[in-house]
């Protein structure tokens, strides 16, 4: 992955990967906000290419991030809640095991500060909270979980496409 910023007016940087640009004005949208934009949109991208690999519809994802940073400098996250509302035609273990799939194995941005961060979830699933400010498993303490309907993803679905 090669990425390039460019500086084109006072504190605005133009971002280009190759293929396409966008323009980060942090008096609109800081980057550390784009970096939380950046997790809650991978992870749901490998939410919903897991259901639909599955042969799932789901009708609405929408995630939100609340995130706490230190006060001292660099103000890194030290706290992350991540809450899920999922309509879709399927079960509920299986919605939880798409989020626990993305949160623990393949979201790469997700999985980049999880050493540093608590990180919390919270699942709502067809109007009904099957999850409530659950936390995933530390990437040092443990293994990460692999489930049998995971459909052989290799990797973070929002990179790999």
């Keep these: 992955m090669k990425i390039t ?3 084109i007016d006072d504190l ?3 971002i280009d990967n ?3 640009k966008i323009t980060i004005d942090p008096h609109k949208f800081s980057p550390v906000e784009v970096f939380g934009g950046a ?6 991208v490998d939410v919903v290419y897991l259901a639909r690999k599955q042969g799932f519809n ?3 994802c929408e995630i939100e991030l609340d995130a706490t940073r230190s006060e001292s400098y660099p103000q890194i996250f030290t706290e992350i809640t991540i ?3 999922i309509n879709s035609d399927a ?3 299986k919605a939880k095991r798409w989020v626990l799939s993305s949160l623990e194995t393949y979201c790469s941005t997700i999985n980049t500060i999880r050493n540093t961060t608590k990180i919390y979830y919270t699942i709502k699933h067809n109007d009904n909270v099957i999850a409530y400010k659950e936390t995933i498993i530390s990437a040092t303490s443990q ?3 692999s489930f049998d309907d995971d459909l052989e993803v290799v990797g973070c679905a929002c990179c790999s496409h």
Excluded: L, Q
Excluded at 39 to 44: A, L, N
């Design 5 to 7: 910023a460019r500086n």
């Design 12 to 14: 605005t940087f133009e």
């Design 18 to 20: 190759g293929k396409s």
């Design 39 to 44: 997790m809650i949109s991978c992870s749901g």
């Design 58 to 60: 789901i009708t609405k």
């Design 83 to 85: 809450i899920y509302d």
């Design 91 to 93: 079960e509920d273990i």
């Design 143 to 145: 293994t990460t979980p």
